[in-house]
């Protein structure tokens, strides 16, 4: 069964950081582009980071770019997204997602990832200021 879990999620300060987790299983994340969205109410999802499968880059949307990071640990089977200098207009359910094949991220994709294959059920990120 695919499947892909997120935790780290929770409240932290404006200028505060914290680490989220995707742990996948069903598959390996190695050969699937990775992308974490955000979604809060009232709004449409948004891409927030994507590493791609096709190569080594890249994608920030310059709303988070400099501040969150995106990384994977094969050994883990796990994704991860560190997001420093939180906002509060970064509050969201946070949701990490996966695309099988060869996939680069840019600017031109998605934003709202509709081509991803696999998902998982969110991570509310709670910035108070």
């Known amino acids: 069964e695919v499947k892909l879990v997120e935790s780290g999620g929770g409240m932290v300060e404006a200028g505060g950081s914290l680490r989220l987790s995707c742990a996948a299983s069903g598959f390996t994340i190695d050969d699937h582009a990775i992308g974490w969205f955000r979604q809060s109410p009232g709004k449409e999802r948004e891409q927030v980071s994507c590493?791609?499968?096709?190569?080594?880059?890249?994608y920030y949307p310059d709303s988070v770019k400099g501040r969150f990071t995106i990384a994977r640990s094969i050994a883990k089977n796990t994704a991860y997204l560190q997001m420093d200098n939180l906002r509060p207009e970064d509050t969201a359910v946070y949701y990490c997602a996966a695309l099988s094949g060869s996939y680069y991220c840019t600017a031109y994709a998605s934003k709202t990832g509709d081509e991803f294959d696999y998902w998982g059920q969110g991570t509310q990120v709670t910035v108070s200021s």
């Open positions: 590493a791609s499968s096709a190569d080594s880059s890249t």
